[in-house]
């Protein structure tokens, strides 16, 4: 079973999408299919990922 290289890459570091959250994501613990719900969900984090896929399904 081949493993396939991520979609979405955060920045560097631990990121809080929303605020007063206990939720911290990071390239370690968020899959392409979280990253692409919560961009969808709050579009405004679209600055706190460094890679986006073009033909991603997302605003």
């Given amino acids: 079973m081949t493993k396939q ?10 990121h809080q999408f929303i605020p007063g959250s206990p939720a911290v994501h990071h390239n370690g613990n968020i ?6 719900w919560y961009i969808k969900k709050l579009p405004h984090i679209r600055l706190l ?3 986006i896929p073009a033909n ?3 605003l």
Avoid: M, R, T, W
């Avoid at 290289?5 to 631990?14: A, E, F, H, S, V």
């Avoid at 899959?31 to 692409?36: G, K, L, N």
């Fill in 56 to 58: 991603a399904d997302v």
């Fill in 5 to 14: 290289k991520k979609q979405y890459i955060l920045k560097p570091g631990k």
């Fill in 31 to 36: 899959s392409d299919e979280e990253a692409e």
């Fill in 49 to 51: 990922f460094k890679k």
